[in-house]
């Protein structure tokens, strides 16, 4: 019944299950909308992080500058090749985290700059990490640039790319470039 409607909630209640088992900080949970597709309007709790704090579509922050040597933020107990292959490529720094959401607010804290997942997800992995994302003026899409569409009969989402505009095309590109030399 959800594909026949326009607005659907996709909602993650506790993303980063290992990370909350273990009492670690790096887990979250998500609630977002997702309209026509779209990842519209979300919410991201981090209840493990030293403030507990919320981060939402209708309150935006400023995202803090990049430091010059990137930080790419990767699964902490599978960091996927492809983002490792990038983080090499660019001189970037790995910094290994839990959940999908924890490391999507990782880049609006300021604490890491690129979030670039290819390991595979379902919906609810995403879709709240990237509305939040989107409405803090960051770039979030596929690995290959292509949108993010929800709400989808198949509901995993085999990969996912958060990160300043301005590191867009260069991780974009680094990936064409990898993806090349292994064809």
Do not use: F
């Amino acid at each position: 019944a959800r594909l026949q409607h326009s607005r659907v909630w996709i909602v993650d209640p506790v993303d980063g299950t290992r990370e909350y088992g273990e009492e670690r900080a790096d887990w979250a949970v998500h609630v977002g909308l997702a309209i026509d597709g779209v990842p519209t309007i979300g919410a991201v709790a981090l209840p493990g992080h030293e403030d507990g704090i919320v981060l939402r579509t209708d309150q935006p922050r400023v995202v803090p500058p990049a430091p010059e040597k990137l930080r790419m933020v990767v699964s902490r107990t599978r960091p996927a090749p492809q983002a490792v292959a990038v983080a090499e490529a660019l001189g970037a720094e790995l910094v290994p985290m839990g959940s999908a959401g924890a490391k999507a607010m990782a880049v609006i804290l300021g604490q890491a700059d690129i979030y670039l997942h290819a390991g595979g997800q379902y919906e609810w992995d995403s879709c709240a990490p990237a509305a939040v994302a989107l409405a803090h003026g960051l770039h979030a899409s596929r690995i290959d640039g292509s949108p993010l569409i929800y709400n989808q009969e198949d509901t995993y989402m085999p990969d996912l790319l958060i990160c300043r505009h301005e590191h867009a095309d260069m991780v974009l590109g680094a990936l064409a470039e990898i993806a090349a030399q292994a064809a």
